[in-house]
């Protein structure tokens, strides 16, 4: 059974060879660290989740979070302005998955670094996305911890 704070318990099977890692996170602003338990299947701590096979297990579903580490994990050129965009591309290819989660709204996200490539020569071609105007380098929001674990998530 897992419980905590404001969730209501949930009996929980990772069946063999399941992994547990625990740990602390110092958040600023908290007196006490952010203890946290992460438990995998078999499936995730062997690392089959990965860009290799076609899924990859994020620890949030903000739009942000999710383009920005899809973008960097795959090496995927890009702007932040896309995030909405990309979003509703995995939602239309039914490539979004939620995944039980505690404290964080994680996901796993079906697709290779070609689809995702396609979809964006797609989404260029038809002006549904566009390059930036001016040349340069481009930064990805940096996405805080508290952001990505709320109390309350919630999609986006």
């Not at 069946?15 to 660290?33: D, L, M, W, Y």
């Not at 890009?78 to 995030?83: K, L, N, R, T």
């Not at 239309?92 to 709204?105: E, K, P, T």
């Not at 996305?129 to 040349?135: D, Q």
Request: charged share 20%; net charge negative; aromatic share 8%.
């Amino acid at each position: 059974m897992v419980e905590g704070p404001d969730v209501q318990p949930v009996r929980v099977c990772l069946e063999r060879n399941a992994q547990c890692f625990k740990g602390s996170i110092q958040v600023p602003g908290r007196k006490k660290p952010l203890r946290h338990l992460i438990g995998m299947s078999e499936e995730f701590a062997s690392g089959n989740m990965s860009s290799s096979s076609g899924r990859t297990l994020l620890a949030g579903s903000d739009k942000d979070f999710v383009w920005a580490s899809i973008a960097q994990i795959y090496g995927i050129p890009g702007v932040p302005e896309w995030a909405d965009w990309f979003r509703e591309e995995l939602t239309n290819h039914h490539a979004l998955f939620q995944v039980l989660g505690i404290g964080c709204d994680p996901v796993t996200v079906k697709g290779t670094k070609e689809q995702f490539l396609d979809w964006l020569s797609w989404g260029v071609e038809s002006g549904a996305i566009s390059f930036p105007v001016e040349a340069g380098s481009i930064r990805l929001p940096s996405l805080s911890l508290p952001r990505i674990f709320l109390p309350n998530p919630c999609s986006s």
